[in-house]
Protein backbone atom coordinates (compact mmCIF):
# COMPACT_ATOMS: atom_id res chain seq x y z
CA UNK A 1 0.00 0.00 0.00
CA UNK A 2 1.23 3.11 -1.15
CA UNK A 3 0.62 5.82 1.80
CA UNK A 4 -0.33 9.70 0.95
CA UNK A 5 2.24 12.05 2.92
CA UNK A 6 -0.97 14.72 2.02
CA UNK A 7 -3.82 13.11 2.92
CA UNK A 8 -4.38 14.60 6.17
CA UNK A 9 -4.00 18.02 5.03
CA UNK A 10 -6.59 20.34 4.19
CA UNK A 11 -6.80 21.61 0.96
CA UNK A 12 -7.20 24.98 2.27
CA UNK A 13 -3.51 25.90 3.48
CA UNK A 14 -0.94 25.85 1.31
CA UNK A 15 2.06 23.65 1.61
CA UNK A 16 5.70 25.63 2.86
CA UNK A 17 6.95 25.36 -1.13
CA UNK A 18 3.23 26.87 -2.34
CA UNK A 19 3.25 29.60 0.29
CA UNK A 20 7.16 30.87 -0.89
CA UNK A 21 5.97 31.05 -4.45
CA UNK A 22 3.02 33.22 -3.66
CA UNK A 23 2.89 36.78 -2.81
CA UNK A 24 3.82 38.32 0.94
CA UNK A 25 1.00 38.53 2.88
CA UNK A 26 1.95 41.57 4.30
CA UNK A 27 3.49 44.60 2.25
CA UNK A 28 4.76 47.54 2.82
CA UNK A 29 1.84 50.57 2.97
CA UNK A 30 2.42 52.90 -0.31
CA UNK A 31 2.19 56.47 -0.02
CA UNK A 32 -0.55 58.40 -1.95
CA UNK A 33 0.02 60.78 -3.92
CA UNK A 34 -3.65 62.59 -3.83
CA UNK A 35 -3.05 63.93 -0.43
CA UNK A 36 -5.52 66.88 0.25
CA UNK A 37 -2.74 70.40 0.15
CA UNK A 38 -3.57 72.94 2.13
CA UNK A 39 -4.60 75.82 0.08
CA UNK A 40 -7.35 73.15 -0.26
CA UNK A 41 -8.68 72.63 3.12
CA UNK A 42 -8.39 76.35 3.49
CA UNK A 43 -10.50 77.00 0.73
CA UNK A 44 -13.07 74.72 2.03
CA UNK A 45 -13.76 75.84 5.24
CA UNK A 46 -13.85 79.46 3.48
CA UNK A 47 -16.64 78.52 1.46
CA UNK A 48 -18.06 77.21 4.80
CA UNK A 49 -18.09 80.46 6.79
CA UNK A 50 -19.60 82.20 3.42
CA UNK A 51 -22.52 79.96 3.13
CA UNK A 52 -22.91 79.83 6.78
CA UNK A 53 -22.71 83.79 6.89
CA UNK A 54 -25.30 83.63 4.27
CA UNK A 55 -27.70 81.45 5.73
CA UNK A 56 -27.56 83.58 9.07
CA UNK A 57 -28.15 86.88 6.74
CA UNK A 58 -31.30 85.46 5.58
CA UNK A 59 -32.76 84.13 8.49
CA UNK A 60 -32.28 87.86 10.06
CA UNK A 61 -33.68 89.28 6.73
CA UNK A 62 -36.79 86.63 6.77
CA UNK A 63 -37.41 87.72 10.32
CA UNK A 64 -36.74 91.68 9.40
CA UNK A 65 -39.07 91.32 6.94
CA UNK A 66 -41.78 89.26 7.80
CA UNK A 67 -41.84 90.08 11.32
CA UNK A 68 -41.83 86.25 12.91
CA UNK A 69 -39.46 85.17 14.64
CA UNK A 70 -37.71 82.21 14.07
CA UNK A 71 -37.45 80.88 17.65
CA UNK A 72 -41.07 79.68 17.82
CA UNK A 73 -42.88 81.21 20.65
CA UNK A 74 -43.58 77.81 22.56
CA UNK A 75 -39.45 77.26 22.84
CA UNK A 76 -38.52 81.02 23.90
CA UNK A 77 -38.58 81.15 27.40
CA UNK A 78 -38.67 85.13 27.11
CA UNK A 79 -41.87 84.56 25.34
CA UNK A 80 -44.82 86.93 26.44
CA UNK A 81 -47.30 85.44 28.04
CA UNK A 82 -50.96 84.90 27.05
CA UNK A 83 -52.97 87.18 29.53
CA UNK A 84 -49.89 88.75 31.13
CA UNK A 85 -49.85 92.63 31.29
CA UNK A 86 -46.24 94.30 30.50
CA UNK A 87 -45.99 97.58 30.99
CA UNK A 88 -47.55 99.86 33.44
CA UNK A 89 -50.92 99.37 35.07
CA UNK A 90 -51.99 103.03 35.46
CA UNK A 91 -54.76 103.63 32.56
CA UNK A 92 -55.79 107.04 33.93
CA UNK A 93 -52.86 108.07 31.83
CA UNK A 94 -53.26 105.86 29.29
CA UNK A 95 -56.87 106.21 28.37
CA UNK A 96 -57.16 104.82 24.62
CA UNK A 97 -56.92 101.19 23.84
CA UNK A 98 -56.89 99.29 20.58
CA UNK A 99 -56.76 95.44 20.25
CA UNK A 100 -55.32 93.67 17.15
CA UNK A 101 -52.42 91.12 15.20
CA UNK A 102 -49.02 93.54 15.85
CA UNK A 103 -46.41 93.80 12.89
CA UNK A 104 -43.55 95.87 12.36
CA UNK A 105 -43.40 98.70 10.62
CA UNK A 106 -44.77 102.47 10.86
CA UNK A 107 -46.05 105.01 7.62
CA UNK A 108 -44.25 107.56 6.64
CA UNK A 109 -41.81 107.83 9.66
CA UNK A 110 -44.78 107.72 12.72
CA UNK A 111 -44.84 104.62 14.35
CA UNK A 112 -42.18 101.72 14.78
CA UNK A 113 -45.26 98.86 14.48
CA UNK A 114 -48.88 98.86 13.49
CA UNK A 115 -51.58 96.99 15.09
CA UNK A 116 -53.64 94.97 12.17
CA UNK A 117 -57.75 95.27 12.60
CA UNK A 118 -60.50 94.18 10.90
CA UNK A 119 -61.53 96.56 8.72
CA UNK A 120 -58.28 96.74 6.24
CA UNK A 121 -55.25 98.99 6.32
CA UNK A 122 -57.49 102.08 6.74
CA UNK A 123 -58.26 100.88 10.22
CA UNK A 124 -54.86 100.06 11.14
CA UNK A 125 -53.58 101.92 14.82
CA UNK A 126 -49.63 102.99 14.39
CA UNK A 127 -47.65 102.55 17.71
CA UNK A 128 -44.67 103.88 19.41
CA UNK A 129 -43.50 102.98 22.58
CA UNK A 130 -41.60 104.82 25.39
CA UNK A 131 -42.08 102.34 28.29
CA UNK A 132 -42.67 99.21 26.66
CA UNK A 133 -40.71 96.87 23.99
CA UNK A 134 -42.76 96.20 21.50
CA UNK A 135 -40.45 94.37 19.59
CA UNK A 136 -41.19 91.30 21.89
CA UNK A 137 -44.94 91.21 20.86
CA UNK A 138 -44.62 91.13 16.84
CA UNK A 139 -46.94 88.80 15.27
CA UNK A 140 -49.40 88.04 18.13
CA UNK A 141 -52.61 89.16 19.17
CA UNK A 142 -52.78 92.64 21.96
CA UNK A 143 -54.74 94.29 23.54
CA UNK A 144 -52.92 97.96 23.99
CA UNK A 145 -53.97 101.18 26.28
CA UNK A 146 -52.20 103.94 25.72
CA UNK A 147 -52.31 107.92 24.22
CA UNK A 148 -53.08 109.22 20.78
CA UNK A 149 -50.26 111.15 19.82
CA UNK A 150 -50.85 113.92 16.52
CA UNK A 151 -49.91 112.18 13.02
CA UNK A 152 -49.47 113.70 10.05
CA UNK A 153 -49.78 110.52 7.99
CA UNK A 154 -51.19 107.72 10.27
CA UNK A 155 -54.75 107.52 10.59
CA UNK A 156 -54.29 106.84 14.98
CA UNK A 157 -50.83 106.96 15.96
CA UNK A 158 -50.68 106.20 19.94
CA UNK A 159 -47.89 106.11 22.37
CA UNK A 160 -48.29 102.67 24.10
CA UNK A 161 -47.97 102.29 28.20
CA UNK A 162 -49.41 98.88 28.76
CA UNK A 163 -49.87 95.69 26.51
CA UNK A 164 -51.84 92.58 27.46
CA UNK A 165 -51.11 89.76 25.70
CA UNK A 166 -54.87 87.63 24.31
Known amino acids: MEA ?3 STQSPYVKSSSQQSS ?3 VMRPMETHKNEVGGSKVVLVLF ?3 LVGAGLGYGASYFSKATGASIVPSALNPNAPQKGKVYGTGDTSIFKDTAEGQMQNGGIDGEGQYHLVRPGGP ?3 VYLTSSSVDLS ?3 GQKIKVWGQTQAAQHAG ?7 V ?3
Open 4 to 6: KTN
Open 22 to 24: ASP
Open 47 to 49: LML
Open 164 to 166: EVE
Open 122 to 124: SQS
Open 156 to 162: WLMDVGK
Open 136 to 138: QFV
